[in-house]
Nanobody, 121 residues
Framework: QVQLVESGGGLVQPGGSLRLSCAASGSRFSIPTMAWYRQAPGEERELVAT???????NYAASVEGRFTISRDNARNMVYLQMNSLKPDDTATYYC???????????????WGQGTQVTVST
């Protein structure tokens, strides 16, 4: 079973930056796709960004141009660089690994416990 641990959250002022990290372990094979989600109080969890391989990325419209997702496959790490942060970015951020087993073609999703990001004056 894949284990994910997020880190890097904290309290920042509007316009500031943070870099979130997600460490994956326990995977026998490389993980093709990883993603970042976030969930604000009273809100549904929403997709922030995905990365497939090294270069194929997708972003939510609300973070496009401000956030950058990247990964180090050799170390099973994924990152989310967050710039120009806004109060609306305040949420708990979660890392997700999407694994499809070649033998059965079954998809398994694994989640971290989240890291809190608060953007406030």
């Amino acid at each position: 079973q894949v284990q994910l641990v997020e880190s890097g959250g904290g309290l920042v002022q509007p316009g500031g930056s943070l870099r979130l990290s997600c460490a994956a372990s326990g995977s026998r094979f490389s993980i093709p796709t990883m993603a970042w989600y976030r969930q604000a109080p009273g809100e549904e969890r929403e997709l922030v960004a995905t990365i497939t391989g090294v270069t194929i990325t997708n972003y939510a419209a609300s973070v496009e141009g401000r956030f950058t997702i990247s990964r180090d496959n050799a170390r099973n790490m994924v990152y989310l660089q967050m710039n120009s942060l806004k109060p609306d970015d305040t949420a708990t951020y979660y890392c997700k690994a999407i694994v499809i087993l070649a033998t059965t073609l079954r998809q398994y999703d694994y989640w971290g416990q989240g890291t809190q990001v608060t953007v406030s004056t």
